[in-house]
Nanobody
Framework: QLQLVESGGGVVQPGGSLRLSCAAS????????IGWFRQAPGKEREGVSC????????NYADSVKGRFTISRDNAKNTVYLEMNSLKPEDTAVYYC???????????????WGQGTQVTVSS
């Protein structure tokens, strides 16, 4: 059974940092592009970042460029999202998703995790 599990969310003050993890089971992550998406209350889900199957292509939403870093450790079958200089507007449920082998639009991602809550508040 293909499964993605996010972890690392929590409550952090503005300016703080968190590292989210997306761990895969039931399949080899190296064959897949992994995207991070987020959905804030009352808003549509939006793309945050994506990394292609071998890490050769990475993209970020303009709102997180320079603050977030996506990376992957294929040996651990895990993708990470390092989030720095967090702002209240980063508050959302964060999801990771997988598709083969390159990044694409949200509806092209076939496998999704359950999400992890990130709250940025003083």
């Amino acid at each position: 059974q293909l499964q993605l599990v996010e972890s690392g969310g929590g409550v952090v003050q503005p300016g703080g940092s968190l590292r989210l993890s997306c761990a895969a089971s039931g399949f080899t992550l190296v064959d897949y592009a992994i995207g991070w998406f987020r959905q804030a209350p009352g808003k549509e889900r939006e793309g945050v970042s994506c990394i292609s199957s071998f890490g050769g292509n990475i993209n970020y939403a303009d709102s997180v460029k320079g603050r977030f870093t996506i990376s992957r450790d294929n040996a651990k079958n895990t993708v990470y999202l390092e989030m720095n200089s967090l702002k209240p507007e980063d508050t959302a449920v964060y999801y990771c998703a997988a598709r083969t082998p390159v990044c694409g639009t949200e509806d092209e991602f076939a496998y999704w995790g359950q999400g992890t809550q990130v709250t940025v508040s003083s």
